[in-house]
């Protein structure tokens, strides 16, 4: 058991909702600041530079390694992780944004929960850096994504530490389900199951699958939405649905209980239900569940039978530790949803400055985050694809491009430009592309589906069952070569 300052364990106590208040990440940016200037580290400008060293990290070799760490230090560690990453991958390229926007969730989860008796799964598992940092793998890192190195990805052989293997979106909640079933099953001495979602890819339908499935089974688990507001890569293109995040569940979580009335009004009530017989309380906490729902419209997630907590600054580890602590002691087996809010790129200017927050990065200078590219002037086949969509666009008014959340890696950002209104970026919904298009030919649109060929797979049936079998004319366009 881990326990934090006794400044913490009242909090922990408290009936208060002030640690479920909506997040005011920009708070969490000055503390990072203050951190990075006490040690006379410059984070405000280039040349940018991170700590001389790293006592903190240097004594983690495994997660057990935390749990006599304070809250201070788990700061502290937040900082050491952040740049350690930065230097890492600077050197080796591989998926930065993601992980640098997870390093305080990554810290408190080590921290509060057991791995590997307790399960972390990582969707996607792009952001795993950290992880993986955390769970003895820190000095293979110049070995990242290399023959015989380590994976960009987690991957059950590579390490105990990894629960499940993945590089494709939406499959953690199904993963966690699945092992909760099978803790309880076999009687198992804790079952804690806790799925990491993002907010791109909880827009694939095997989420809400999953989602729909465990709330009706009731089983014990743990959903973290790391909600970032980056649906697609780049967040921004231009496309028929304007240029927000591809997603309507993105700007519905942006919405999601922060009325300061209903906030005052709860905490009042459950202070209040304190006092009261448990029988009077089980009644009262059915009417605060009502009064959520007329006052917020309810929650997507509540309705699927998740208990919702959120949102919260997912970089403040004074809120998260304890809240992460409570749910893990909770004697319920309601499904948990956790709503936090990052920066994704947190704590590296280049990073959030730059349209696709420097997501998938070669080598780069540290101090300036200029990336080192090839001096080529030959065109690049996604380019060429673009490019020739917008000629047969311009000829053609039935032509329409369609892409599942990559459209910066397909070239539907450069005919999105062009189109906008001919463009279609369906969130990580491979499937529901390929069959949307399906429709379209029907109508005598001609849809151009350009998709990354390892993310095809998801909609292989589709291709055969919508489009083959019936012989419509869909282009099926793929980008890149392999499979994961």
Same mark, same amino acid.
């Given at each position: 058991?881990?326990?934090?300052?006794?400044?913490?364990?009242?909090?922990?106590?408290?009936?208060?909702?002030?640690?479920?208040?909506?997040?005011?990440?920009?708070?969490?940016?000055?503390?990072?600041?203050?951190?990075?200037?006490?040690?006379?580290?410059?984070?405000?400008?280039?040349?940018?530079?991170?700590?001389?060293?790293?006592?903190?990290?240097?004594?983690?070799?495994?997660?057990? &390694?935390?749990?006599?760490?304070?809250?201070?230090?788990?700061?502290?560690?937040?900082?050491?992780?952040?740049?350690?990453?930065?230097?890492?991958?600077?050197?080796?390229?591989?998926?930065?944004?993601?992980?640098?926007?997870?390093?305080?969730?990554?810290?408190?989860?080590?921290?509060?929960?057991?791995?590997?008796?307790?399960?972390?799964?990582?969707?996607?598992?792009?952001?795993?850096?950290?992880?993986?940092?955390?769970?003895?793998?820190?000095?293979?890192?110049?070995?990242?994504?290399?023959?015989?190195?380590?994976?960009?990805?987690?991957?059950?052989?590579?390490?105990?530490? &990894?629960? @499940?293997?993945?590089?494709?979106?939406?499959?953690?909640?199904?993963?966690?389900?699945?092992?909760?079933?099978?803790?309880?099953?076999?009687?198992?001495?804790?079952?804690?199951?806790?799925?990491?979602?993002? &907010? +791109?890819?909880?827009?694939?339908?095997?989420?809400?699958?999953?989602?729909?499935?465990?709330?009706?089974?009731?089983?014990?688990?743990?959903?973290?939405?790391?909600?970032?507001?980056?649906?697609?890569?780049?967040?921004?293109?231009?496309?028929?649905?304007?240029?927000?995040?591809?997603?309507?569940?993105?700007?519905?979580?942006?919405?999601?209980?922060?009325?300061?009335?209903?906030?005052?009004?709860?905490? @009042?009530?459950?202070?209040?239900?304190?006092?009261?017989?448990?029988?009077?309380?089980?009644?009262?906490?059915?009417? &605060?569940?009502?009064?959520? +729902?007329?006052?917020?419209?309810?929650?997507?997630?509540?309705?699927?039978?998740?208990?919702?907590? +959120?949102?919260?600054?997912?970089?403040?580890?004074?809120?998260?530790?304890?809240?992460?602590?409570?749910?893990?002691?909770?004697?319920?087996?309601?499904?948990?949803?956790?709503?936090?809010?990052?920066?994704?790129?947190?704590?590296?200017?280049?990073?959030?400055?730059?349209?696709?927050?420097?997501?998938?990065?070669?080598?780069?200078?540290?101090?300036?985050?200029?990336?080192?590219?090839?001096?080529?002037?030959?065109?690049?086949?996604?380019?060429?694809?673009?490019?020739?969509?917008?000629?047969?666009?311009?000829?053609?008014?039935?032509?329409?491009?369609?892409?599942?959340?990559?459209?910066?890696?397909?070239?539907?950002?450069?005919?999105?430009?062009?189109?906008?209104?001919?463009?279609?970026?369906?969130?990580?919904?491979?499937?529901?592309?390929?069959?949307?298009?399906?429709?379209?030919?029907?109508?005598?649109?001609?849809?151009?589906?350009?998709?990354?060929?390892?993310?095809?797979?998801?909609?292989?049936?589709?291709?055969?069952?919508?489009?083959?079998?019936?012989?419509?004319?869909?282009?099926?366009?793929?980008?890149?070569?392999?499979?994961?």
């Amino acid at each position: 058991m881990k326990f934090l300052s006794a400044a913490a364990a009242v909090l922990l106590a408290s009936p208060s909702v002030n640690a479920f208040a909506p997040p005011s990440i920009a708070t969490s940016h000055n503390v990072l600041r203050k951190t990075a200037l006490a040690e006379g580290i410059n984070i405000s400008g280039p040349p940018y530079s991170g700590p001389a060293s790293k006592p903190i990290l240097e004594s983690i070799n495994t997660p057990s &390694d935390m749990n006599s760490l304070s809250l201070r230090e788990l700061k502290q560690l937040s900082h050491e992780l952040r740049w350690e990453v930065l230097e890492a991958v600077s050197k080796t390229g591989g998926h930065l944004s993601s992980s640098l926007g997870v390093i305080e969730l990554t810290v408190a989860l080590h921290y509060v929960f057991d791995m590997p008796i307790d399960q972390i799964i990582w969707d996607v598992s792009h952001q795993c850096y950290p992880h993986k940092m955390l769970t003895g793998r820190r000095e293979r890192f110049d070995g990242l994504r290399k023959l015989g190195g380590i994976s960009g990805f987690c991957k059950r052989k590579e390490s105990e530490y &990894d629960s @499940f293997g993945a590089g494709h979106s939406s499959t953690s909640i199904s993963v966690a389900q699945g092992m909760s079933i099978g803790k309880s099953m076999l009687n198992k001495r804790t079952n804690n199951c806790i799925a990491v979602i993002g &907010d +791109g890819a909880i827009t694939g339908g095997m989420a809400y699958e999953a989602m729909n499935s465990a709330g009706y089974l009731k089983n014990r688990m743990i959903v973290v939405l790391n909600d970032n507001g980056q649906v697609s890569l780049p967040t921004g293109t231009p496309s028929a649905g304007g240029t927000v995040p591809a997603s309507q569940l993105s700007a519905y979580t942006s919405n999601l209980l922060v009325s300061k009335p209903f906030q005052d009004f709860r905490d @009042f009530a459950k202070s209040f239900n304190r006092l009261l017989p448990e029988n009077i309380q089980d009644v009262n906490k059915r009417f &605060d569940e009502y009064a959520r +729902g007329i006052i917020s419209g309810g929650t997507l997630f509540e309705e699927l039978g998740f208990y919702y907590v +959120g949102p919260i600054d997912g970089h403040d580890l004074d809120n998260m530790v304890p809240i992460l602590e409570k749910l893990r002691d909770s004697e319920s087996n309601k499904p948990v949803l956790l709503h936090i809010k990052t920066n994704k790129g947190y704590g590296y200017p280049p990073a959030e400055a730059a349209s696709d927050k420097m997501h998938g990065v070669g080598k780069f200078d540290l101090g300036t985050g200029v990336q080192q590219k090839s001096t080529s002037t030959a065109p690049t086949m996604t380019s060429i694809f673009a490019n020739s969509l917008i000629d047969a666009a311009t000829e053609d008014r039935a032509v329409v491009g369609i892409t599942a959340a990559m459209p910066g890696g397909t070239g539907m950002d450069i005919f999105g430009r062009r189109f906008p209104k001919r463009t279609f970026d369906v969130g990580i919904a491979e499937q529901h592309a390929v069959t949307m298009a399906a429709g379209m030919a029907c109508e005598g649109l001609k849809p151009f589906v350009s998709i990354y060929s390892t993310f095809m797979q998801r909609a292989y049936d589709q291709v055969i069952h919508d489009v083959a079998i019936q012989n419509l004319p869909v282009r099926l366009i793929m980008d890149r070569a392999g499979l994961v």
